[in-house]
């Protein structure tokens, strides 16, 4: 079932979305500065590609004092702009039936979107 989802929800925007994260990183890259966060879009990208079947897993250092500061400058500058698009695709497409297990995939995308370090979908 994990393999039909994906599937589908490559074909109906997932790889558009990952493809926009993941060239949104390589511009984040382009600056010293912006290498942690862009490494950070870049991964939440490819979580995007494929996350049914995939579970949120926090890194056991994931609440050290660097990554919870990286993690409140990626809030106030990205994550809660993707968080909030991520919110809004789930509750358009949790108007149907059909639309239900997508915007599962969106709601289980926002933490990782709002604290992508120390995060990841295994």
């Known amino acids: 079932m994990s393999l039909l989802g994906n599937i589908l929800w490559l074909i ?3 790889f558009f979305t990952g493809l926009g994260y993941i060239i949104g990183g390589i511009g984040l890259c382009l600056t010293i ?8 879009a870049m ?3 490819v979580a995007t590609f494929a996350p049914f079947g995939k579970e949120l897993v926090e890194e056991p ?4 004092v660097l990554r919870v500061i990286l993690n409140v400058v990626w809030i ?13 695709s789930a509750a358009v ?5 059909i639309g239900i297990p997508f915007a599962l995939q969106h ?3 926002i933490p990782m979107a709002l604290l992508p370090l120390g995060r990841s979908l295994r």
């Open 107 to 109: 709601i289980k995308l």
């Open 33 to 40: 500065v912006g290498i942690p966060f862009g490494i950070q």
């Open 12 to 14: 109906f925007g997932g």
């Open 76 to 88: 106030i500058f990205f994550g809660w702009e993707i968080a909030v698009a991520h919110l809004v």
């Open 43 to 45: 991964k939440l990208g």
């Open 93 to 97: 497409l949790a108007i149907t039936i």
């Open 61 to 64: 250092n994931a609440n050290s």
